[in-house]
């Protein structure tokens, strides 16, 4: 199935007076609705599965796309980092570089091949690899063979891999060849008679590294019919590659990361990843000059849109294969003339305890972090090092980071705990994005902006995803008629306007009609000499109704406190009611690949406590 603009887009999209919609669905008859005004809702198709067409009943003529428009998309960024920085390195990968205008022309290559294969405008192309730089190349060959690019999660199992590839009908599957296996079994989990035409795989293969053992070349099952090396060989690089038709038109199909329940599909159009790429830019300063050290994953969020955002300035790509340690980025660091990256709170958690040897950086390095609010005592230490911390704010569904921590020059003379203080706060919209309100859930209302009242965020923006994917009920659920998203994050307004996330709605921890936040518990336990990470949910108790329980993993060498300890450093620094009742010491937290912890599965074990 291919996916259109008119099927996906949820958004309010302007059309003529007096028109009609005719909707071919799967499980309905055709629906005649005659709309009298000039809006359309067009969220309740995200789930047809055939196409929607648009026919007008008065003689009013459909006003014509003026001769100036040109749909936005971040893959023209590309043409033109050729253009100007043609002979500028893009990426560099172990003893490998390419240039800006060598990217090109394997993007039109591959672009072409993927053509050839029959994939038509709107088809699903996915991806299973690490951050190499075949996973950087797909965020433009696919699109520029009018395709939707699917990025999927290297560590997922091969159960949830075969369900994201049945329900995105996904056409043609680019693999890594250390995933090979896995991609196999998913697949043997897919029914013919559910899905008869299965995908067409291409194996990903790289000179100088280790083969998985069902390799293209060894392939006795034949699943593997084509290779990335072949497809770039064979190719034009002539090839006229295919814009989009509107800037609605989507681009990415992006599943969520499953934190909280089972992963759901988003769709962006071109318009939304062109204004985010634009917003990261100007939030983070980047120039032809920046060196972009990729440490988050690209299969997460189109790595915050920093895929298209390095071409956008003609900067340098340093792309990494095996998954990122404190050693590999202060090596590449080193040797590279790092300036930028991106990472969880659990990356700057792992610098920030590196070696008690790891001295400051000759030259300020660049962070931006989300995912969750960074504690004040990570972020001295990590300062102090010589990195620069961009706290920020965005998830799936926003297409990258929407809300960033806009920082100061009168911040800089606070003493550290207040800056630390002021940088744990998400911040303020950012330059592309519509809006950022914190609401009482229910009345809808602004909440006030004293730093105290909490609320529900919400958004609203061009980046925005179109929808669910197949999902209208899911998608009305979080997105009302006039565009606002509803996060499901409680947070506050300060009231210098800059909005500060205490918690996920699923998260807060209600003792005995108290409003627990698990966030500003963690704070207090990321205080503690020992410990390296944490991660409070609630336990359910006969009496209070819900109480707090710690989950701690200690710095290595670290000397383990007691269970009492670790609750009398707490009350030392917490009211009463919000100490954990139970710490529970593990060696590690689950996490997401993204280094998201799990706490749905903390919260499980609480249950068996």
């Known amino acids: 199935m291919a996916i259109s603009s008119s099927l996906a887009n949820p958004c309010l999209l302007a059309f ?48 014509k796309v003026h001769p100036n428009s040109h749909p936005l998309t971040p893959v023209d960024f590309l043409e033109r980092a050729a253009t100007v920085y043609g002979d500028c390195p893009s990426i560099l990968y172990n003893d490998t570089t390419y240039t800006w205008s060598e990217t090109y022309e394997r993007c039109l290559n591959l672009a072409s091949s993927i053509s050839s294969l029959g994939v038509k405008k709107g088809d699903v192309v996915s991806v299973l690899a690490p951050n190499i730089p075949a996973m950087y190349e797909l965020h433009f060959a ?74 293209f070349g060894g392939n006795k099952k034949g699943l593997f019919r084509h290779s990335y090396s072949d497809m770039l060989r064979g190719g034009n690089c002539e090839f006229k590659y295919v814009g ?48 972009f050290l990729w440490t988050l994953p690209m299969f997460h969020a189109n790595g915050w849109s920093y895929a298209w955002a390095m071409a956008a300035v003609g900067g340098t790509n340093i792309c990494l294969r095996h998954r990122v340690d404190a050693d590999s980025i202060y090596q590449a660091i080193a040797k590279h003339g790092v300036t930028h990256f991106c990472g969880v709170p659990a990356v700057l958690n792992m610098l920030a305890n590196h070696s008690t040897k790891t001295g400051q950086l000759r030259t300020p390095v660049h962070i931006l972090t989300a995912g969750a609010p960074p504690p004040a005592a990570v972020l001295e230490r990590i300062e102090w090092l010589g990195f620069r911390v961009t706290h920020g704010y965005g998830m799936t569904e926003t297409g990258g980071l929407v809300v960033t921590c806009a920082w100061k020059p009168k911040w800089d003379k606070l003493p550290a705990l207040e800056r630390a203080a002021l940088k744990a706060r998400q911040g303020v919209r950012s330059v592309g994005f519509g809006g950022v309100d ?66 996920r709605s699923k998260d807060i921890i209600i003792c005995g009609g108290e409003n627990i936040s698990s966030v500003e518990v963690e704070s207090v336990l990321y205080m503690h000499p020992a410990v390296n990470e944490v991660a409070v949910v609630a336990q359910p108790d006969k009496f209070w109704g819900e109480t707090v329980c710690a989950f701690v993993s200690l710095k290595r060498g670290a000397e383990k406190p007691t269970e009492k300890e670790v609750r009398e450093f707490c009350k030392e620094r917490l009211p009463l009611y919000m100490v954990p009742r139970r710490v529970v010491f593990k060696e590690a937290l689950p996490k997401t690949s993204t280094g998201k912890i799990q706490k749905f599965l903390l919260r499980d074990i609480t249950r068996k406590l």
Request: proline share 4%; hydrophobic share 35%; with cysteine.
């Open 16 to 63: 003529p007076s007096n028109i009609t919609v005719h909707t071919q669905s799967l499980s309905k008859p055709n629906i005649k609705l005659t709309i009298q005004t000039k809006q359309i809702d067009i969220a309740t198709k995200c789930a047809t599965m055939n196409s929607v067409t648009i026919t007008e009943t008065a003689p009013k003529k459909i006003q």
């Open 142 to 215: 696919a699109p520029m063979a009018g395709a939707v690019l699917n990025t999927i999660n290297i560590r997922l199992d091969a159960r949830t891999i075969s369900i994201i590839l049945l329900h995105s009908e996904s056409k043609l599957v680019f693999v890594d060849h250390q995933s090979c296996s896995l991609v196999l079994e998913a697949m043997s989990m897919i029914p013919s008679a559910v899905w008869s035409k299965r995908p067409i795989l291409v194996y990903i293969d790289e000179e100088g590294e280790e083969e998985d053992e069902t390799s």
């Open 244 to 291: 989009p038709d509107s800037e609605w038109d989507p681009i990415t199909l992006n599943y969520t990361s499953g934190t909280t329940s089972s992963p759901k599909g988003v769709l962006h159009c071109h318009r939304g990843a062109f204004a985010a790429t634009i917003s990261s830019l100007v939030n983070w300063s980047l120039t032809s000059e920046s060196v």
């Open 438 to 503: 914190v609401v009482n859930t229910h009345t809808g209302k602004s909440v006030k902006r004293n730093g105290k009242t909490v609320g529900e965020i919400v958004l609203k923006g061009a980046s925005l995803m179109l929808g669910y994917f197949k999902d209208p009920d899911g998608t009305s659920k979080c997105m009302t008629e006039d565009g606002w998203f509803y996060t499901g994050d409680i947070g506050v307004m300060h009231t210098d306007g800059y909005v500060e996330v205490k918690d």
